[in-house]
């Protein structure tokens, strides 16, 4: 089963960068789409940022301006790059990728922006 890895995540002060990166243990077929989604606590997890098999991206309107979502076909990798952090931002930040067989998401990483 492939599994993915995210990694970058951390603590960054209000106004800062931070880069995270989603890995794919292994080669995934059929990409549909890849995303990033991202919970604080007590809410529900939201889209934050989508790239299709396309490169069609779309953002949540919170970050719009802010985070752009790119990936590596062949590293099997997507990435997202957040600028201008708010306290707001922070969460539990997790890479799903959806493709024609299955729906992997990753374990999580932390980003906590401070004020």
């Known amino acids: 089963q492939v599994q993915l890895v995210e990694s970058g995540g951390g603590l960054v002060q209000a106004g800062g960068s931070l880069r995270l990166s989603c890995a794919a243990s292994g080669s995934i077929r059929g990409i549909i789409a890849m995303g990033w989604y991202r919970q604080a606590p007590g809410k529900q997890r939201d889209l934050v940022a989508g790239i299709t098999s396309g490169d069609s991206t779309n953002y949540a309107d919170s970050v719009k301006g802010r985070f752009t979502i790119s990936r590596d076909n062949a590293k099997n990798t997507v990435y997202l790059q957040m600028n201008s952090l708010k306290p707001e931002d922070t969460a539990v930040y997790y890479c799903?990728?959806?493709?024609?067989?299955?729906?992997?998401w990753g374990q999580g990483t932390q980003v906590t922006v401070s004020s």
């Open positions: 799903k990728v959806i493709s024609k067989t299955d729906t992997l």
